[in-house]
């Protein structure tokens, strides 16, 4: 059985290449900060859209960018309720003529 088995590097991501001559691309460090007070660097390409909060590694509380960036603040709609999306389907008119058909199916059950 021993002379059956596997040698060599394991199974994953192990490189055996060494880091010499490899130019990594432009980047850029951005500091963020959370509401307990825990401060933590993430590193971005230079050429990357940063965003303006980041989840504390610490805590997992929201944090927000150390250099004063605050986030867009983005129009919400309201949301639509049942009534909102019968109006889209159907008239006043035709909302009352389902309702008295409707009211007189249910007092003269036999018709």
């Given amino acids: 059985m021993a002379g059956r088995a596997l040698r060599g590097s394991g199974l994953g991501s192990k490189s055996h290449a060494d880091g010499q001559g490899i130019e990594l691309a432009p980047r850029q460090e951005i500091g963020f900060d959370c509401p307990k007070e825990h401060h933590f660097v993430i590193v971005f390409a230079e050429e990357a859209e940063l965003p303006t909060e980041w989840e504390c590694p610490r805590c997992g509380e929201v944090a927000r960018r150390s250099d004063g960036v605050v986030p867009e603040v983005k129009a919400s709609k309201p949301p639509r309720t049942h009534w909102d999306m019968l109006r889209e389907r ?22």
């Fill in 90 to 111: 159907r008239s006043i008119e035709e909302l009352e003529d389902l309702l008295a058909e409707r009211l007189d199916e249910l007092r003269n059950p036999e018709a």
